[in-house]
């Protein structure tokens, strides 16, 4: 079984024009399918957690302001979202079924949600396109209810680093965060991660994939975590419009196969998250994105 969270309201409706590609929750589900990496018993349908779950990583008055949709004119623009209580109902479906992932990889090894990584959230707002830390939540919620889980690795590779995540567990010591990034990418002011490996603008598929060869097997054995949460993010292409990085499809599927391949060697459960990704043909996202549960198909079916 690979086990997969998904919601129909993961792909939210937008206003025309908008730079995100929604289109991506509602095309991977069916190329999965359709080529036999995924059946239909894979999936299982993301449902909102339990508010106290939330609030392990975010302050209850943000919480509540979102809730109810009183952010600031500032605070919604820096989201990039607008407001709705639907838009509201998506992030905490993602957020919880990052959790129900968390409790799934236990017994299976590894597990999806085919949104999720929303890392630029912090405890007390919100940033480029994230809301609330799915990721951090899930971290959380397996410290505070699963005893065989003290220590967490957060393996984020999306292209841009993740402040809200390294913020949220600033202090916490059986969290670390370990940031691999565009350097002068978003966000301008970065954040303090456990680990930041910062990469110059035109990085290939040779510089990047040896850093992270030379990085990984480092942090765990250092580190020693009984839990993996990785951002899958495919905002590495050459074909991103925001990425400024240039591996190649085939690259970032060796990423994959590194990140995946050690989890499995190690027999550490793995959730995975599928991050940014705004490549301008949309079967550039959806192909990335597959190619990381064909690699985890393969490993761990």
């Known amino acids: 079984?690979?086990?997969?969270?998904?919601?129909?309201?993961?792909?939210?409706?937008?206003?025309?024009?908008?730079?995100?590609?929604?289109?991506?929750?509602?095309?991977?589900?069916?190329?999965l399918l359709r080529e036999g990496t995924a059946a239909e018993t894979d999936f299982f349908v993301a449902t909102p957690p339990a508010e106290?779950?939330?609030?392990l990583v975010h302050e209850a008055g943000y919480y509540?302001?979102?809730?109810?949709?009183?952010?600031?004119?500032?605070?919604?623009?820096?989201?990039?979202?607008?407001?709705?209580a639907a838009l509201f109902e998506?992030?905490?479906?993602?957020?919880g079924g990052t959790i129900a992932a968390a409790r799934l990889a236990l017994t299976h090894g590894v597990a999806f949600n085919i949104a999720g990584g929303t890392h630029h959230a912090f405890r007390d707002r919100g940033e480029g396109f994230c809301l609330l830390n799915d990721q951090a939540a899930a971290a959380a919620?397996?410290?505070?209810?699963?005893?065989?889980?003290?220590?967490?690795?957060i393996v984020d590779l999306d292209v841009h680093q993740?402040?809200?995540?390294?913020?949220?567990?600033?202090?916490?010591?059986?969290v670390f965060t370990f940031s691999m990034h565009g350097a002068r990418n978003y966000p301008a002011r970065k954040e303090i991660s456990?680990?930041?490996?910062?990469?110059?603008?035109?990085?290939?598929?040779?510089?990047?994939?040896?850093l992270l060869g030379e990085t990984l097997p480092r942090l765990l054995d250092e580190v020693q975590p009984d839990f993996v949460f990785y951002l899958a993010g495919v905002d590495v292409l050459a074909t991103d419009k925001l990425g400024h990085l240039a591996l190649t499809r085939a690259g970032c599927q060796q990423r994959d196969e590194l990140v995946l391949g050690s989890c499995h060697r190690h027999?550490?459960?793995v959730v995975v998250c599928m991050g940014g990704g705004y490549s301008e043909r949309i079967i550039d996202i959806v192909e990335a994105h597959a190619n990381t549960y064909r690699v985890a198909a393969g490993l761990f079916s």
């Open 1 to 31: 079984m690979l086990p997969i969270a998904f919601a129909p309201n993961y792909a939210h409706p937008l206003p025309a024009g908008h730079r995100f590609p929604m289109l991506k929750y509602e095309l991977l589900p069916v190329q």
């Open 52 to 55: 106290a779950d939330i609030l």
């Open 64 to 84: 509540q302001r979102l809730r109810l949709g009183q952010l600031t004119r500032q605070e919604e623009r820096a989201t990039g979202f607008p407001w709705s």
């Open 90 to 95: 998506r992030e905490i479906t993602i957020l």
């Open 141 to 153: 919620w397996l410290l505070a209810h699963v005893p065989a889980v003290k220590k967490v690795l």
């Open 162 to 174: 993740g402040n809200g995540t390294a913020a949220i567990f600033r202090h916490e010591p059986r």
């Open 194 to 210: 456990d680990l930041d490996l910062p990469l110059p603008d035109g990085t290939d598929d040779a510089l990047y994939l040896k």
């Open 267 to 269: 027999r550490l459960p």
